[in-house]
């Protein structure tokens, strides 16, 4: 089973107010050769979804908890997410 983790060279802080209706955000890169990356709304929910790490389900799970949706009304657009995250060498599988 494709379990994903974040990069080890990879450093990032977010911003999280869901709780006061705010955008959640997360300024992610590589290190040290960047370059930076925004994630904004539901992209920085999945990201911190994924600092947990987890299969795809679990990654899914975790995003639909904090997001306040239903995991099958977001499969598809978390794993999307995830693989580009993988291609832009963010995040690996472990």
Same mark, same amino acid.
Request: with cysteine; charged share 25%; hydrophobic share 40%.
């Given at each position: 089973m494709t379990r994903y983790r974040i990069a080890d060279d990879v450093a990032w802080v977010s911003h999280e107010d869901l709780?006061?209706?705010?955008? &959640? #955000? +997360?300024? /992610? #890169?590589? *290190? %040290?050769q960047g370059p930076p990356t925004t994630l904004e709304g &539901? +992209?920085? /929910? @999945?990201? *911190? +979804? *994924?600092a947990e790490g987890g299969s795809p389900a679990e990654i899914t799970a975790a995003a639909a908890q904090m997001w306040g949706? =239903? %995991? +099958?009304?977001?499969? =598809?657009? @978390?794993l999307s997410l995830v =693989? =580009? *995250?993988?291609?832009l060498d963010l995040v690996t599988t472990a």
């Open positions: 709780d006061n209706g705010g955008t &959640p #955000t +997360a300024y /992610v #890169t590589r *290190l %040290p &539901p +992209a920085c /929910v @999945v990201w *911190l +979804a *994924l949706a =239903e %995991p +099958a009304d977001i499969d =598809e657009d @978390v =693989e =580009e *995250l993988v291609r």
